[in-house]
């Protein structure tokens, strides 16, 4: 009798042979499995075996086939025809055959099965000596097998053991323990059982404790968000930072680094997001950006120490500015010694700027101060201190003032020294009107002279020789030479009134009056002591070159406030053209 079979490898291996008669419907519980042989009784092994289910019918009527004495010989090759043996061959002898239907355990005597890792797998059926064509090509359900028996790890399941509340881990290929990773009541630890976080990470060795790195090319995105969606209470923030008691003042608390282009590391907004634009903005009334408090003890501290190392573009170190509606310090400093302190090195012909204010008010009921410097103490206090050390021109101290309907470029409410040259186009003094003291003002121009002039005048009363000797201060004769002398009589003409002595000994004498005449007299001299001898005044100068074709008083002659030699354009320190920070 000549056969054919329509067979079926239930579970996870479905396997379709032609046939003449239609396959009738099974059901079977045992699923097939397959792997390396491992103890039968471990709860964890992968059986070896595979179970195939197949249907013989006669070929000419189709009718099943019932037998209980059938062989059936089973192998599998690696192509359909030809090829080379993979396993097997196999035989299955005295099998019952009901109804056509019959079954047989694949690597239940020629054992192991294949590993079924390098398909294509072809199954050859071989019935009472009969082939069956053509071979039958393997589904993927036996990789099963493979799948039990993990690559490398030796075959077998797994093994080991841990406690509760650390995440496992392969140790091996096959062998878990306990990792670095804690959880307890939905809280996780690494590297500690603390859990006093939502995420706790603690880390003893020289690694950093958390490092987030982005490969990605694209931009527009940020490499840590932190995201607050409530209220933020008073107390709360959305980073707290902690350094140790004793850290060495150089260690860096917060770092940023960047290419040499960036502006700045970071942005933090007051409702959380944190992302790198370089800018924080805090849009709350009565709320402050950055609070920082550096307790240095006896040693040097900075509580923001910001360098700017810019080569051939403008740099900023700190910039801060408030809006002009209502009152806002740009920057307020308070210090033990030194509240503000600008220096500057530079080595590039250029202006440098030791510190810097400006003040632009539109309103002229307005009031604005560019910069402000205050000192309150028990001893020497000093609100501006200005330093200018160059080879060319310094300014210690330069104001600018102009377009208003008054302007002045220094106003000091207290008195002024200087030990150097004070020159002016007008000079003089402004006193409250005597006559009307609480709304005029009371203008002198100062005497101008050729030389270094000194007045000294008194009134005399002659004796009754008409004589008198005038006591001059004792420093007179050391600070003068050249005196010259002025003598009015008081009540009536003195024709023979003169000088009987000299300036001598801080003393000089009137002679010529007539006796008890009242004299008006007035000594003037040009001074002799070293400074004056030193620095003296030099009437006539040219004027140095990058001042010619401008005037001390522009207006006079019909020019601009700009040709003034004194002006000097809004000249601002460089500035980088940052904008301002973008509305969140």
């Known amino acids: ?25 099974t059901q079977v519980s045992t699923a097939a499995q397959g792997g390396p042989a491992v103890d039968p009784g471990s709860e964890r092994a992968v059986p070896g075996t595979v179970w195939y289910q197949g249907f013989l019918a006669n070929v000419d009527t189709g009718d099943p086939i019932n037998d209980n004495d059938v062989e059936i010989v ?31 355990e694949l690597g239940s005597t020629v054992s ?28 993927s359900a036996p990789t099963a097998i493979h799948a039990g028996a993990v690559d490398g ?40 059982t603390t859990s006093d976080a939502k995420l706790r990470v603690e880390n003893a060795g020289g690694l950093p404790v958390l490092k987030l790195v982005n490969t990605s090319s694209d931009v527009g995105f940020d490499v840590l968000t932190l995201l607050r969606n409530q209220s933020v209470a008073a107390g709360d923030g959305m980073i707290s930072m902690t350094m140790g008691t004793g850290s060495d003042t150089a260690a860096y608390f917060l770092g940023c680094s960047g290419p040499w282009m960036t502006r700045s590391g970071f942005m933090i907004y007051a409702d959380g997001d944190i992302s790198t634009e370089g800018t ?60 503000v302190r600008g220096t500057v090195y530079g080595g590039q012909p250029m202006s440098y700027f030791g510190s810097y204010g400006e003040a632009q008010i539109n309103e002229t009921t307005g009031w604005g101060t560019g910069m402000y410097g205050a000192a309150d103490g028990s001893g020497t206090c000093i609100g501006v201190n200005g330093y200018a050390y160059g080879t060319a021109v310094n300014y210690g101290v330069y104001g ?63 004796d009754g020789a008409g004589r008198a000797t005038v006591t001059l201060p004792d420093w007179f004769d050391a600070l003068n030479a050249d005196v010259r002398y002025q003598l009015t009589p008081i009540g009536g003409a003195a024709p023979r009134l003169h000088i009987a002595r000299k300036v001598s000994g801080n003393t000089f004498e009137i002679a010529g009056g007539e006796p008890s005449m009242e004299v008006c007299w007035m000594v003037t001299g040009v001074r002799r002591d070293h400074a004056a001898v030193a620095d003296p005044l030099t009437v006539e100068v040219q004027k140095p070159f990058d ?31 940052q904008p301002g920070p973008t509305p969140h």
Not at 1 to 25: E, F, S
Not at 158 to 166: E, T
Not at 321 to 338: I, N
Not at 557 to 573: I, L
């Open 74 to 104: 089973a192998e599998l090759f690696d192509a359909a025809v030809d090829g080379s043996s993979l396993w097997g061959p196999e035989t299955h002898a005295g099998q019952d055959v009901v109804e056509g239907w019959f079954n047989i």
């Open 1 to 25: 009798m000549i056969r054919t079979v329509n067979v079926v490898l239930v579970g996870l291996l479905t396997l379709v042979l032609p046939t003449l008669a239609p396959a009738v419907p």
């Open 547 to 577: 001042q010619r074709g401008k005037y001390v008083t522009p207006e006079a002659f019909g020019a601009t406030h700009e040709m003034g030699v004194g002006f000097r354009p809004m000249e601002q320190p460089p500035r980088d053209e």
């Open 400 to 462: 600018n003032a102009y377009l208003g309907t008054t302007n002045w470029a220094g106003y000091f409410d207290g008195d002024v020294h200087s030990t150097g040259t004070i020159t002016s186009a007008k000079s003089g003094f402004e006193i409250d009107h005597p006559a009307d003291p609480a709304d005029a003002y009371l203008r002198h121009a100062y005497v101008a002279s050729p030389e270094m002039k000194t007045v000294t005048d008194g009134t005399a009363l002659l």
């Open 153 to 192: 790890g030796g075959g077998g399941g797994i093994g080991g053991g841990g406690d509760p509340g650390y995440i496992p881990v392969f140790t091996t290929g096959q062998e878990i323990s306990n990792s670095n990773i804690y959880e307890t009541s939905g809280r996780y630890s690494i590297g500690t």
């Open 280 to 339: 924080i903005e805090v849009d709350t009334d009565d709320f402050t950006g950055i609070d920082v408090v550096t307790r240095a003890g006896d040693f040097y501290g900075a509580g923001i120490n910001v360098v700017c190392q810019a080569m051939d573009v403008s740099c900023t170190g700190v910039r801060a500015s408030v809006g002009s509606d209502g009152y806002g310090t740009g920057g307020q400093f308070t210090g033990g010694s030194v509240g």
């Open 112 to 139: 192991p099965l294949p590993s079924f890792d390098t398909p294509p797998y072809y199954l050859q059926l071989v019935i009472d000596g009969e082939p069956l064509w053509p071979r039958m090509k393997l589904a």
